[in-house]
């Protein structure tokens, strides 16, 4: 494997480890023998001098990977309020989170400087192949913008982050194995991003064996709100239901559908049901939905069953292939209703964009829009921010949600790295997660609605929404709501009403 690799590819070795994009734009790897002598065996800490070295790496210290809450005050005792070598991000405490607005990822003013403190072992583990790969692969090009981004500019509390990438092929089993594989050959002190729609059940054993937290996420299912140690960095699954519904509100629509996939029937099952639920709050009749395959040709016999129950307003909760074939199927028999397009599915921006029969789609966002930041939607500092990092390492990738996700998961990480000390553990996230309590610092700079975790316990994050809509060629954005909008509405499914 060469030591570098053009920007776009996700360049995985056998082992998992993934390359790095360095300050000029060139991704070392940290797998290929000859080519990066100091990672000539990523899977093996004593070949890994990063891994070895860090002292808050299972081998120095066995209670960082296996049991983080053991000793979490007496781990930060020295930290607290101290500011670690290297610099150049905020320090630990109080003064940490009060010091978050002025970073430059959450849309602060503050000088970059290179991290230059002992390295961070990271994981991800997503779904990168197979039929829903290919709409997840976003998430890698936008994790290692951030990696090299963040890196540039203080890090984690000036800690250089050493990213790895798994693929889980979209089944629980590797999940697990490629989960475990990473804590102990990689020693990372926490998996950020990880895109499991249908793989997050499975990687939740390693990470309740091992205390190693998931921050942020897919955002898909209720597993991302039910379980103590995932850290979601959006709002629920139900809130796209909401977002449908108040779209259609708008739209004067008194007939509404749902068209809905069958493979990933969590995710899919719980925003159809809220979507039933919520639909009389907003005046309408959900009079049409559909449970349907991603791998059927054509939706014809579908499309006629939604046109003679008068739904004008269709939502479609399925991948961007899916929304394409059911918008030509409708389309040849004459039906054209005002689409809305689930937010995963347009994960990847290139399979959405470019059919005219989806000309016009609103798409509600639990994530901010990627395409906010630049041209005719400014947006927000931190959205700007983004902008400028993917025009410095990668531009021109192709985006879209997963990569929405993936660098707002990394913007959580940052927001979560305030207690790290020079020996940096699992443990200190831990403490400074359990300080979002939805202050101001918790929503990221903007990227985000306020977040709370509770230690032991499950996070509570409300409906909150970005959303954007397709020009009528569908050949890109005509508008962006680039102003978050929040409400107190929640779904009764929803496992926050409890």
């Known amino acids: 494997m060469p030591d570098t690799v053009a920007a776009g590819q996700a360049g995985q070795d056998a082992q998992g480890a993934v390359p790095e994009l360095a300050a000029d734009g060139s991704v070392a790897v940290p797998g290929a023998t000859g080519a990066d002598p100091n990672a000539a065996a990523p899977g093996a800490a004593a070949a890994n001098p990063n891994a070895a070295a860090n002292p ?234 559909v449970q349907i395959s991603i791998t059927s040709p054509d939706y014809t016999p579908q499309c006629i069953a939604a046109r003679n129950a008068g739904v004008t307003v269709m939502a479609q909760t399925n991948d961007a292939p899916t929304q394409n074939r059911f918008a030509n199927s409708c389309a040849k028999v004459g039906y054209k209703p005002q689409w809305l397009g689930y937010p995963l599915g347009v994960g990847n921006e290139a399979q959405f964009l470019g059919n005219p029969n989806l000309g016009g789609t609103y798409v509600p966002m639990n994530h901010f829009p990627w395409m906010a930041g630049k041209g005719q939607f400014p947006g927000n500092a931190a959205m700007q921010y983004y902008q400028q990092a993917v025009a410095k390492f990668r531009p021109g990738y192709n985006a879209g949600g997963a990569a929405s996700l993936g660098w707002q998961a990394g913007a959580l990480l940052v927001a979560a790295s305030t207690k790290l000390t020079e020996n940096p553990t699992t443990a200190q996230f831990l403490d400074a997660l359990y300080e979002f309590k939805g202050q101001k610092f918790t929503e990221l700079g903007g990227l985000s609605g306020p977040l709370t975790f509770n230690k032991g316990g499950t996070p509570k994050v409300p409906y909150c929404l970005y959303g954007a809509t397709s020009d009528k060629a569908n050949k890109g954005w005509g508008s962006v709501d680039t102003k978050l909008q929040c409400t107190d509405v929640i779904a009764p499914s929803d496992p926050q009403s409890k």
């Not at 009060?98 to 970073?103: F, G, I, K, Q, V």
């Not at 990822?105 to 403190?117: D, E, H, Y």
């Open 56 to 289: 808050g790496a299972a081998a120095a210290n066995p209670n960082a990977a296996t049991n983080p809450n053991a000793g979490g005050g007496a781990a930060n005792a020295k930290g607290g309020a101290k500011a670690n070598a290297g610099g150049g991000s905020a320090s630990g405490g109080a003064t940490g989170t009060a010091a978050l607005a002025n970073l430059p990822i959450f849309g602060g003013k503050a000088a970059c400087k290179p991290a230059t403190g002992t390295p961070i072992n990271i994981g991800n583990v997503s779904t990168l192949s197979g039929v829903l790969g290919e709409l997840f692969s976003p998430v890698v090009p936008a994790l290692q913008i951030f990696v090299a981004s963040q890196n540039a500019c203080g890090g984690l509390n000036g800690h250089p982050i050493k990213l790895f990438i798994a693929d889980d092929q979209g089944d629980p089993a590797t999940a697990v194995t490629e989960g475990r594989k990473m804590i102990q050959n990689n020693k990372i002190l926490a998996f950020l991003g990880n895109i499991q729609v249908l793989t997050v059940d499975g990687i939740i054993k390693v990470v309740n064996e091992t205390g190693i937290p998931i921050i942020g996420g897919d955002l898909t299912n209720n597993t991302w709100f039910t379980q103590p140690l995932l850290f979601p960095q959006g709002s629920p699954p139900q809130s796209i239901a909401y977002g449908y519904l108040n779209k259609a509100k708008q739209l004067g629509a008194k007939k509404v559908g749902n068209n809905y996939c069958l493979e990933v029937p969590q995710a899919c099952t719980q925003i159809n049901r809220a979507f039933e639920e919520l639909a009389p709050k907003f005046g309408v009749e959900a009079a049409y939905q």
